[in-house]
């Protein structure tokens, strides 16, 4: 029996890939990649976190794509399978952007979503109406 290669927990455009090979050329050989977390907190509940990692931890969700390497931190891999990570630049602001299909909605400013576990229903809205 062989066993079938796991798909990519996330995936990464390209322009995200060129703006982490640019982050990485920057921080010096001692970023190995960026790993990428979900903590509590904004307006919406929860936040994306991305920070340099030196290396990998025993848990660590790799996801090695367009010649980046991406950490995903164990306790966030739910929350952000099927995701894609894009790089996006306007007149206003320029920045990593997470199109996760698990988000069900965010605050106005775009900083803080809500997520829920990759496979769980939608949370029904509370009736209010009583």
């Known amino acids: 029996m062989t066993n079938r290669p796991r798909p990519q927990a996330m995936s990464i455009t390209e322009a995200a890939a060129e703006r982490l090979r ?11 990649a960026v790993r990428i977390g979900i903590k509590n907190g904004g307006c919406a509940g929860m936040e994306y976190t991305m920070e340099y ?28 399978l099927g995701t894609e990570m894009d790089y996006q630049v306007s007149q206003m602001r320029s920045g990593f952007v997470f199109n996760n299909p698990n988000q069900t ?22 009736n209010i109406a009583e």
């Open 22 to 32: 640019k982050l990485g050329a920057a921080s010096g050989p001692e970023m190995e």
């Open 105 to 126: 909605s965010a605050c106005g400013c775009g900083e803080s979503v809500m997520l829920k576990p990759a496979g769980q229903p939608d949370p029904q809205p509370a």
């Open 53 to 80: 990692a030196a290396e990998r931890k025993p848990h660590d969700e790799v996801v090695e794509d367009k010649g980046v390497t991406i950490l995903i931190d164990p306790s966030a891999l739910m929350f952000l």
